[in-house]
Structure formats: structure tokens, C-alpha cells
């Protein structure tokens, strides 16, 4: 019976092991079948792609990461554009400012009729109307630019000439000169001539 | 454990590949052999096999030397194959189930015989999966009803049940075997004439 000591415990109502099952449990335990010859390969393949993956899946979740972040920084700048938008929107403040200018640009009202088709496409081009604003706002910079050398050819003057005080180009611009400044302005260079 | 598999499993901890080669030439026919006890393939055996070697050089650090690695790499190799038999079983647990009556003389036949290991395998192959998976679990294996319940994700009762009917039809295979063996056997030798 000593046999059947290293056997399976049986319930109450099964019946007892049998010569055979005793058999049948040592010669399948000690059962070896030879492999197929290239499992060894595959295994050793399989591990040497697992020391490789470690390094692939540790990294995984930090790619993951930084996609799903910019997906929702994407989706928060998308849902609030409209919010965004004014710091391109305050262009126009320093437009205003150069406005000024304007009544000293009048003399060549016929060079700035034609800057206007560009200053035209330049519009069709820029989306935003902030972007057409700051365009317009470099047009009429070099528009400035442009009268400052006509004045100098009619008055026969150098800009250094003028005094610092009545020099339009070189004082400052202040917002609140209007046109008080530029009729000043004009009195003076008619005492020059 | 031999300090010769110490050794070798210290090897193997620390990724050597000449180590798990010989760790895996050292216990691969008994891994193939528990695989195959499991599956009807000897593909899908190896696809078992492998798996568990995988699992093996990957959960290394894991086992404890006071235990018996042969028995810890055969546990990963059960494991390893009943979810590959959970996997596949699709709903075939309790169809492939077909009673055959064993006759009393079947029976008596089959606790005196001594049988091959091909014989015992032929008859272990015969049974219906769901019986053969129970008694080979319980009775090779020694696992515990609510272990083999668990695995298996079935009732402990139907475990019981599947053990009882598996075992009564491989003492019908067994009985039937032996007396296809000794055709004779019941009659008087002609010696003893």
C-alpha cells in the first residue's frame, strides 16, 4: 500500500486509486519528450527581442504622455482661439500713433494712391485683420520716409537745418499733436523760404 | 538543488545566454513532454513550451532554491497550458464529452495489467479533452479540485465530476487495451494443458 502514499487525496464516495492510475501518475511525471529542433532558436530569439523591448515600453508611456498633453493643449488653444487672437489685435495701438504723420503725408498723396494696389493685395493676402493693420502700418512708414526726402529736394534744406524743436521727423511723436503741430509746421518752412 | 544548477540559474539571473542555453537543453524533453501531455499538437506543444521558457528566464528571480526548480518550471508549464486550452476551448468543454460504458471485465483487466508508456498515452489521448485536462491536473499534476475550479473557471462539483467520469473511461481504455494484448487471457494457457 505504500504505493499509494504520494496519491492525490480522494474525496468521500470516489473510489480508491487503482494499480494502474499509480502507473499511469509515475510514468507521466517522468514522461521527456525530445523538442523540435528549432525551439531552442525561437526561445533564444524571443528573449534577446525582450531585452530589446524593455527599453521600447519604459519609453512608451512618456511618448504616450506627450501626445495625449499636446493633443489637449491643441484642443484648449482650439476651443479659446478667439481669446488668443487680441495681442494681435493690439497692432493697431501703435498704428494709431503713427497716424499722426498723416497731415505731412498729404504733399504726396499721389505716391501714396500708388503704394495703394499693393497695400490692396497685401489685404487680399493677410487673414486677420491685425495683420492688415500692421501691413498697412509699414506702408506708411516708408511712405514717411519717401516725404522727408521730397521736403528736402523742394526746400533745398538738409534735414539737419531744421531745428530740432520744429523738425517733425525727429521730435517726438506725441499722440495728442494733432493738427495744431503740422500747421505750425508749415508757417515755419514758409519763414525758411 | 546541485550547486551545479545553482550555478547555472545565477547564470541564467544575470541574462547569460550560454547559461539558459544549457538550463534549457538540461530540463527542455520533460517541459515538451508536460506541453504535450495538454494539447493535441506537438505545434501547439511547442508553441506551450516556449511560452513557458519564456515566462521562465523572465520570473527567474522569483524562485525560491529551497523549492524544486523542476517542479516550479513544470507549474509554469501547466499554467501556461491550460490558458492555452481555456483559449481554444471555446465552448467545447462539455460537448466533447461522450460517455462509453466500461464492462466490469474491462475494469478488472485494466488494475491487473502493467502498461507502456505508449499504451498509457494512447489511453490518456483517447479520453475527452475536459476529462483527460481534469485527471491529468489532479492526478499527474496534483492539483486540488478548487485549483483545477479555478484554472479552469469551472464549478469544484464539475471538477469532481470530470475526474470521476475520466477516470472510470481510462480504466475502460486501458481494460479494453489489455485484453486486445492478451487475447487469451481468460482461457487457460496451452502450457498449463
Known amino acids: 500500500m505504500n504505493q499509494f502514499k504520494d496519491m492525490p487525496t480522494l474525496g468521500p464516495g470516489e473510489s480508491p486509486w487503482a494499480d494502474h492510475e499509480v502507473q499511469l501518475r509515475e510514468v507521466l511525471n517522468g514522461a521527456e519528450e ?153 508757417g515755419t518752412l514758409k519763414l525758411k523760404q | 538543488m546541485d550547486q551545479a544548477l545553482k550555478d547555472l540559474l545565477e547564470r541564467c539571473k544575470a541574462e547569460d545566454r550560454s547559461a539558459q542555453t544549457a538550463l534549457y537543453r538540461r530540463f527542455a524533453s520533460k517541459v515538451f513532454a508536460t506541453a504535450l501531455r495538454y494539447t493535441d499538437s506537438r505545434d501547439e506543444a511547442a508553441d506551450i513550451a516556449q511560452e513557458s521558457w519564456i515566462k521562465v528566464f523572465r520570473h527567474l528571480a522569483k524562485f525560491k532554491e529551497f523549492n524544486s526548480f523542476e517542479g516550479w518550471v513544470r507549474r509554469i508549464t501547466v499554467n501556461t497550458a491550460i490558458t492555452h486550452y481555456r483559449r481554444n476551448l471555446k465552448h467545447r468543454y462539455h460537448d466533447d464529452v461522450t460517455e462509453t460504458l466500461a464492462t466490469p471485465l474491462d475494469l478488472e483487466a485494466s488494475k491487473k495489467a502493467d502498461f507502456t508508456m505508449s499504451e498509457i498515452q494512447t489511453a490518456m489521448a483517447a479520453l475527452p479533452k475536459g476529462y483527460r485536462t ?45 485484453r486486445r494484448a492478451t487475447p487469451n487471457a481468460d482461457m487457460p494457457s496451452a502450457e498449463k494443458k
Not at chain 1, 116 to 144: F, L
Request: hydrophobic fraction near 40%; proline fraction near 7%; avoid cysteine.
Open chain 2, 134 to 178: 481534469v485527471v491529468q491536473l489532479y492526478l499527474v499534476d496534483g492539483y486540488s479540485h478548487k485549483e483545477i475550479a479555478e484554472m479552469l473557471g469551472v464549478d469544484v462539483n464539475t471538477s469532481k465530476s470530470q475526474l470521476s467520469r475520466g477516470r472510470k473511461q481510462l480504466q475502460a481504455f486501458l481494460g479494453a487495451m489489455s
Open chain 1, 34 to 186: 525530445t523538442p523540435p529542433e528549432g525551439l531552442e532558436a525561437r526561445i533564444l530569439e524571443a528573449l534577446d527581442a525582450q531585452t530589446i523591448q524593455p527599453n521600447a515600453t519604459n519609453r512608451a508611456p512618456w511618448i504616450a504622455a506627450a501626445v495625449a498633453g499636446s493633443i489637449v493643449v491643441a484642443s484648449i488653444w482650439m476651443s479659446s482661439g478667439e481669446e488668443l487672437l487680441p495681442p494681435t489685435a493690439t497692432v493697431p495701438v501703435e498704428v494709431s500713433a503713427e497716424q499722426v504723420v498723416e497731415p505731412v503725408r498729404q504733399p504726396s498723396l499721389k505716391q501714396a494712391l500708388e503704394v495703394a494696389p499693393s497695400e490692396k493685395e497685401a489685404v487680399e493676402q493677410q487673414p486677420s485683420e491685425g495683420a492688415n493693420e500692421a501691413s498697412q502700418a509699414a506702408v506708411r512708414t516708408e511712405e514717411k520716409v519717401a516725404d522727408r526726402q521730397k521736403l528736402e529736394v523742394l526746400t533745398g534744406l538738409g534735414s539737419s537745418a531744421i531745428p530740432a524743436s520744429l523738425d517733425l521727423n525727429r521730435a517726438p511723436i506725441q499722440s495728442s499733436q494733432t493738427q495744431s503741430d503740422t500747421v505750425r509746421l508749415t
